[in-house]
């Protein structure tokens, strides 16, 4: 099993910034059975959306929604390996960008799975 959780969310101004993260524990098997670790974000009376995911090689993808902010004043995910830790750097932040956002780590063996945490909200508002 693998635990997932979240912290850094609040309350932003529009425009401003706002850092979340995601520390990953469990045992060495499960640990290491992660193949990629993510954020999605859900907002009321929405379903839940990707944000963005990386691999443990690094590999990044971001959902349309904030690729065009995927400059150094958007959103930035990374990860931290040697932690079991992912982040999510968001810069530039609106309205539309208030959601719960919930850490994802996936594996593909022995199965298909994904871990979720609990969330953290980030709200933008003035």
């Known amino acids: 099993q693998v635990q997932l959780v979240e912290s850094g969310g609040g309350l932003v101004q529009p425009g401003g910034s706002l850092s979340i993260s995601c520390a990953a524990s469990?045992?060495?098997?499960?640990?290491?059975?992660?193949?990629?670790m993510g954020w999605f974000r859900q907002a009321p009376g929405k379903e839940r959306e990707l944000v963005a995911t990386?691999?443990?090689?690094?590999?990044?993808?971001?959902?349309?929604?904030v690729k065009d902010r995927f400059t150094i004043s958007g959103f930035t995910i990374s990860g931290d390996n040697t932690k079991n830790t992912v982040y999510l750097q968001m810069n530039t932040l609106k309205p539309d960008d208030t959601a719960v956002y919930h850490c994802n780590a996936h594996k593909s063996w022995p199965r298909e799975y994904d871990y979720w945490g609990q969330g953290t909200q980030v709200t933008v508002s003035s």
């Open positions: 990386i691999t443990r090689s690094g590999i990044t993808n971001y959902a349309d929604s």
């Open positions: 469990g045992s060495l098997i499960s640990i290491n059975r992660i193949t990629a």
